[in-house]
Structures are given as C-alpha cells and as structure tokens.
C-alpha cells in the first residue's frame, strides 16, 4: 500500500511541475513579447501602447505599416536589446514577420535578459 501510494505522489509531484514549468514559459513568452513590442515603439516612435499591437500582426504592409527604413531601426534594436544580430537579409525576412516570429528567434539564439 505504501508503494502505490509514493507512485502516486510521485506522478502528482511531476505533474504539479509539469504545469508550473508550463506556467513559466506561457509568463516568459509573454513578458518578451511585450519587451519586442516595446522595443519597436520605443525605437520606431509609434504613437501607440504595447497592448494595441497584435503577437501574430504583421510588421509591414498592411500590418504596421513599417517600411525598409524602419527594418534597419528594428534590426538595430533587436540586437541591442537582446544581444542578437540578425545576419542576412533572407533570415531578416524570416525573422521580421510579427512578434512572435521575433520572439522564436530570440529564443532559438538564446536572447539575454537586457542586453
């Protein structure tokens, strides 16, 4: 009876830090989400709250309405912010899609906490 008992204990535990881990990286996500929004109006002087910008929005066109003079501001930001340089126009298409596709590659090139 003890046996089963520890077991179950043990599969709880692990599920208790299973959801707290994924707590933590939903929090995380969110929290360099806001700092990329708040980078791009900082540095391109949007007149508009980190709130108002959209995770999946896109960056030009009709999205923001960001055109090649803001990219260079953006890449610029972007790697002094987060310590991460985008290295060639085909990963900066890549990469300046939205936030979240931002935010994937800061987390895949191991982005540092303000950089």
């Not at 003890?2 to 077991?7: D, G, K, P, Q």
């Not at 208790?16 to 995380?28: A, G, N, P, Y």
């Not at 890449?75 to 340089?85: M, P």
């Amino acid at each position: 009876m003890r046996l089963a008992s520890s077991s179950f204990g043990n599969v709880e535990l692990k599920l208790q830090i299973t959801i707290s881990l994924e707590r933590l990286d939903s929090v995380s996500s969110e929290n360099l989400n806001t700092r990329i929004k708040e980078m791009l109006i900082t540095r391109l002087r949007l007149k508009m709250s980190a709130d108002e910008i959209q995770d999946e929005e896109a960056l030009f066109g009709d999205g923001l309405g960001l055109d090649s003079i803001d990219v260079l501001e953006v890449v610029a930001g972007i790697e002094k912010e987060f310590g991460v340089a985008i290295k060639s126009q085909e990963e900066g298409e890549k990469v300046l899609k939205n936030v979240n596709s931002i935010a994937s590659f800061l987390t895949e090139n191991g982005a540092s906490e303000g950089a």
